[in-house]
């Protein structure tokens, strides 16, 4: 976030968007750098130096919300299933599973031979006892929903793991996409105390070495890794917050990959030295920002309010302000063109005037003339909070601001740094209202954000939403398997989210990688770029840093 989001290369698994028809690919004007060149067969050694904006939270996934912490447990650890670069679902710690004919039984088949960091073995217990701990009421986390709907899971011998469910789910089999946590190390812990959570130990192409908290994180190659080692033979995250100073880092050499803003890459990299040294890529994102209202305020709790600030806020002034058009609107938390997306809903677009009518239907007046709107001696007056590292959050903020003014709406906007921001606004529900991205996967169940159920402390529906008509919606959604059927489910969710408002939907981004000329391998895909990064390679007369 930084986005809210779960495990790097699989935020599929267990979130929110759409996004079956993505189309990913290179810059045309950088085809021919974005071309692996010559060079000879991959080979193993260099570094790659990677810009965060935010530092990490928690490295340990069952606690983890943030998208750093997705980004480095992604590489650490592995899930039983997996998407692959085609966003088809594909075997990584299972080899392969059976589903039962009624959908309520998964059985799977887990590799043999794997090993945790520390040298033991990975077995089905491992993934019992990670099932147990996500719906262990005990442990704090965001992700219980979907093993909760699990009747029965048990251990058919040490590689063969089966679960039953009550009823049929259909993201049942990209659920256990989930990372497996190390039995032998977390069983009679207590969770929150656990060391893992600032030195993890996986099972994945990567493992831990360092963090030095508000600086950088180190990761090594595991070379015994089950798909065999990674070339690159160790990963640094440079916790960089703000965007400028990466992208200095980045053209001193300080960096080998971060991701563009919308001005890095369209007007301070299109230049001859830039494309000798660089590949930039460009695709749509699994994400999107929005502007969500805390539904404990007052002031919120009224639907004309909320219609009346998305329509005072121009959306395509932000697109092409701050984006450069590198985006589109957003309507709903299905990205256009998914086949969940509907198509149909209000945009809300930018109209001051009605803005201004459903104020004063909702009885906020200018009573002392002052400028701001006011009813029952109150002013119509809020405090957006939004991360620090993430300039188009700002940007965008700055003129939500000007517009909401225009119409009698006196905001003030906070920028926090990442972790106290989590910490301190987000989680607790302490804050007014809120410009965060959510970003996410391939099915469109988004049961765990939209739900009433998910309004508790820590929990992802911060916002506190609740709709019993949305709440039933989920709930079908998520037990039909048949695509024409739910997307009926969800268009109706959408209508419904279109109406009450309790997020403004700001905009689709897309994302802009881009990364050193001198690493190989890269396959941009509808996953995008990092699916097959254990793959990514530098030519030995090209690599920059020896170990």
């Given at each position: 976030m930084n986005s809210l989001s779960y495990r790097f290369g699989l935020v599929g698994a267990v979130l929110l968007l759409c996004c079956l028809c993505l189309v990913c690919g290179c810059d045309r004007r950088d085809d021919k750098l974005a071309g692996?060149?010559?060079?000879?067969?991959?080979?193993?050694?260099?570094?790659?130096?990677?810009?965060?904006?935010?530092?990490?939270?928690?490295?340990?996934?069952v606690l983890a919300s943030d998208g750093t912490s997705g980004d480095i447990n992604g590489l650490v650890y592995n899930g039983l299933v997996r998407y692959d670069k085609d966003l088809n679902i594909e075997g990584e710690l299972a080899e392969r599973w059976e589903i039962s004919p009624d959908n309520l039984t998964l059985t799977f088949h887990l590799r043999q031979g794997v090993r945790w960091h520390d040298g033991a073995p990975f077995t089905a217990e491992d993934v019992l006892f990670t099932y147990r701990l996500l719906v262990d009421p005990k442990t704090p986390t965001a992700y219980a929903e979907r093993y909760r709907q699990v009747a029965t899971?048990?251990?058919?011998?040490?590689?063969?793991?089966?679960?039953?469910?009550?009823?049929?789910?259909?993201?049942?089999l990209i659920s256990w996409a989930f990372s497996v946590h190390p039995r032998h190390l977390l069983e009679g812990v207590e969770i929150t105390k656990s060391p893992l959570a600032s030195h993890p130990i996986g099972t994945g192409p990567y493992r831990f070495v360092a963090w030095q908290r508000g600086e950088k994180i180190v990761l090594e190659a595991n070379p015994d890794y089950f798909e065999g080692p990674p070339y690159i033979q160790r990963v640094l995250y440079r916790v960089i917050p703000d965007a400028s100073t990466m992208f200095l880092e980045m053209q001193s050499g300080g960096l080998d990959h971060m991701g563009l803003t919308p001005l890095q890459y369209a007007r301070q990299t299109d230049t001859p030295a830039f494309r000798r040294r660089f590949r930039k890529y460009r695709y749509p994102a699994f994400a999107y920002t929005y502007l969500g209202y805390n539904l404990h305020r007052p002031m919120f709790q009224d639907k004309r309010v909320r219609q009346a600030l998305s329509y005072a806020i121009d959306k395509q002034e932000i697109i092409d302000g701050v984006l450069l058009g590198l985006g589109q609107v957003a309507s709903g938390p299905y990205k256009p063109g998914s086949w969940a997306h509907n198509s149909d809903v209000s945009l809300y677009r930018y109209d001051p005037q009605?803005?201004?009518?459903?104020?004063?239907?909702?009885?906020?007046?200018?009573?002392?003339?002052?400028?701001?709107?006011?009813r029952g001696g109150k002013p119509l007056a809020f405090t957006i909070v939004t991360n620090q590292g993430n300039d188009q959050r700002v940007k965008a903020g700055e003129i939500i601001q000007r517009r909401l003014s225009e119409v009698g709406v006196k905001v003030k906007l906070r920028v926090v740094e990442w972790a106290?921001?989590?910490?301190?606004?987000?989680?607790?529900?302490?804050?007014?209202?809120?410009?965060?991205?959510?970003?996410?996967?391939?099915?469109?169940?988004?049961?765990?954000?939209?739900?009433?159920?998910?309004?508790?402390?820590?929990?992802?529906?911060?916002?506190?939403?609740?709709?019993?008509?949305?709440?039933q919606l989920l709930e079908?959604?998520?037990?039909?398997?048949?695509?024409?059927?739910?997307?009926?489910?969800?268009?109706?969710?959408?209508?419904i989210l279109a109406e009450e408002q309790p997020y403004t939907f700001l905009y689709v981004p897309e994302s802009l990688p881009v990364v050193a000329a001198r690493f190989r391998g890269i396959e941009p895909a509808p996953a995008g770029i990092m699916h097959n990064f254990i793959r990514w390679y530098v030519p030995a007369e090209e690599q920059k840093y020896n170990r």
């Open positions: 692996q060149g010559e060079a000879g067969p991959p080979v193993a050694g260099d570094t790659l130096i990677m810009g965060s904006g935010a530092d990490a939270v928690n490295l340990l996934p899971a048990e251990v058919l011998d040490a590689y063969t793991f089966r679960v039953r469910y009550h009823k049929p789910l259909a993201t049942a009605r803005a201004r009518a459903l104020l004063a239907e909702a009885g906020w007046q200018d009573s002392d003339g002052d400028g701001v709107l006011d106290a921001f989590l910490k301190e606004f987000i989680n607790p529900g302490n804050f007014d209202a809120t410009i965060l991205g959510w970003s996410g996967g391939i099915d469109p169940d988004v049961y765990n954000v939209w739900h009433s159920s998910k309004t508790g402390p820590g929990e992802l529906n911060f916002i506190a939403f609740q709709n019993t008509e949305v709440d079908a959604g998520r037990r039909t398997f048949d695509q024409k059927e739910r997307k009926r489910f969800y268009d109706r969710f959408q209508e």
